[in-house]
């Protein structure tokens, strides 16, 4: 909300988004496959609104000078650094609701939700989960210069592997079993499931215990590495 560049890109992507979906699925003439779409477009504006930033995260702060006073704090780093990742992925309760009305209103997709609190539900921690792999992978890279970098070479994989646009069964089987430990696949298979009317507690359940496994990696992670920069004295990467 602080970077006009952040915050147009942000505003514009999902609209793109489902904008190109849409014409893409509209060819088919069936109503399921643009909800399918729908939902999908809404979803990739989670991911890309972490995958891309979150990389970046701890590469900003040391930019600015303060990644330095954010390591000194009593506080654990990674209830610094968790808040953050949340933030980023929150743009995805935007990506949600702009995504459907500009289907609605321009491609006259009609969004049935047969269980709205269970779709809710499944959305929120959908997000959550997505803010949590964030917080790990902004750890990953903190070594890197170019973080940044990485994560645009994440998104656009993650949306094939998490089954966004584009159906897992189309994929070779490698890529659908790689796609397991990846949050956003369980989380939007559980919001097509409340959607639909299809039992969604499996997948949501997937989706949270993979996010909570993120956050203890991410845990474990960032003593590491903190630990090594205060070492070596490194943190500045200079």
């Given at each position: 909300?602080t970077?006009?560049l952040?915050f147009m890109?942000?505003?514009i992507w999902?609209?793109?988004?489902?904008t190109?979906?849409?014409?893409?699925?509209r060819?088919?003439n069936?109503?399921?496959?643009l909800l399918?779409a729908?939902?999908?477009?809404a979803?990739?504006g989670?991911?890309?609104?972490?995958?891309t930033t979150?990389?970046g995260?701890?590469?900003r702060?040391?930019r600015h000078?303060?990644l330095?006073?954010?390591?000194?704090?009593?506080?654990p780093?990674?209830?610094?650094m968790?808040p953050?990742?949340t933030?980023m992925?929150?743009?995805g309760?935007?990506?949600l609701?702009?995504t459907?009305l500009?289907?609605r209103?321009v491609?006259?997709?009609r969004v049935?939700?047969?269980?709205?609190?269970?779709?809710?539900?499944?959305f929120?921690?959908?997000?959550?989960?997505v803010?949590?792999?964030?917080?790990?992978?902004?750890?990953v890279?903190v070594r890197y210069?170019?973080?940044?970098?990485l994560?645009?070479l994440?998104?656009?994989p993650?949306?094939?592997?998490?089954?966004?646009?584009?159906?897992?069964?189309?994929?070779?089987?490698?890529?659908?079993?790689l796609?397991?430990?990846?949050?956003?696949?369980?989380g939007?298979?559980?919001?097509r499931?409340?959607?639909s009317?299809?039992?969604?507690?499996?997948s949501?359940l997937?989706c949270l215990v993979?996010g909570?496994a993120?956050?203890?990696?991410?845990?474990v992670?960032a003593?590491?590495?903190l630990q090594?920069?205060?070492?070596h004295a490194?943190?500045?990467?200079?």
């Open positions: 909300m970077s006009k952040q890109l942000q505003l999902p609209i793109f988004f489902a190109t979906a849409l014409l893409v699925y060819q088919s069936d109503p399921s496959a399918y729908a939902l999908g477009s979803a990739m989670t991911w890309s609104s972490v995958a979150a990389t995260a701890l590469q702060e040391r000078g303060t330095e006073l954010l390591v000194g704090t009593p506080t780093f990674a209830l610094v968790v953050i990742t933030a992925a929150t743009m309760a935007y990506s609701i702009a459907l500009w289907g209103l491609f006259r997709v049935v939700i047969d269980s709205p609190v269970a779709f809710a539900l499944t929120i921690v959908m997000v959550l989960s803010a949590l792999l964030g917080f790990l992978l902004s750890i890279t210069r170019t973080a940044w970098v994560g645009n994440l998104e656009y993650g949306w094939l592997l998490c089954g966004f646009v584009v159906p897992l069964a189309f994929l070779p089987r490698w890529a659908d079993q796609s397991w430990i990846l949050t956003p696949k369980w939007m298979a559980a919001l499931a409340a959607a009317g299809e039992p969604w507690i499996g949501l997937g993979l909570l993120y956050a203890a990696l991410g845990g992670l003593r590491i590495v090594s920069a205060r070492t490194s943190i500045s990467l200079t």
